[in-house]
């Protein structure tokens, strides 16, 4: 109970366990950054603060991301972007070029939706919130959690499924690292999410002839 009343004032941070301030490894580390990711995405405290203060952890945040993301592409619009090609009967060669272009143009909106949407969250829980973090600050373990977009691959109930778990991970990093309140978090995050969850919807009709 101290510790939630401790967090949730504004400006007084909770005391650093040994295992939160141990350093961060030296070295090619990916199974320590692969772990961290999914501590994030179980809502571990400790990991999303050593991750926000890591300045190593961007590097691998990255390339997961970039890992995910390729993922979800492959499988919801490779598909769509093949079938496309072999509507316009294009060669082998003109169909590997399509689909290459076709989902580094899907990976780069991707990406730029991702640092808007992120970015706009932290700008709000700084102006209206008096968040305290940093942009890289909140990225760090933001892009290692962001593999639960992946359950959007889930029949049916994937758009909901990652939509939540995604709004659930937001809100506890904006907690962690921006130090506002749990519930002004959740409001952001889910805020922030429910418009671009309409936005890749409004968009849809035209990532399909892609």
Known sequence: MD????????GIAPLMTAEEAAPPPTGFSPGYYLG???NIARWDHIAIRRASRDSN???????FWIAAATIVLIA???SRTLAASRVSRL???AMVITVV???SFGLALMALLTFIQLGLCHLMAKWFFGGSGSYMGVMRPLLLGWFVNCLILIPVAGTLAAAIAWTAVLMMVFEEVDGIGRLQAFGISAG???CFLVLQFMMTPVTRHL
């Open 76 to 78: 919801t619009a490779l």
């Open 91 to 93: 060669s082998g060669p």
């Open 36 to 38: 961290l990711a999914f």
């Open 3 to 10: 510790y939630g009343l401790s967090h949730n004032c504004s």
């Open 192 to 194: 922030i999410n429910f």
């Open 101 to 103: 272009i076709g989902m």
């Open 57 to 63: 952890a961007i590097y691998y945040a990255a390339f």
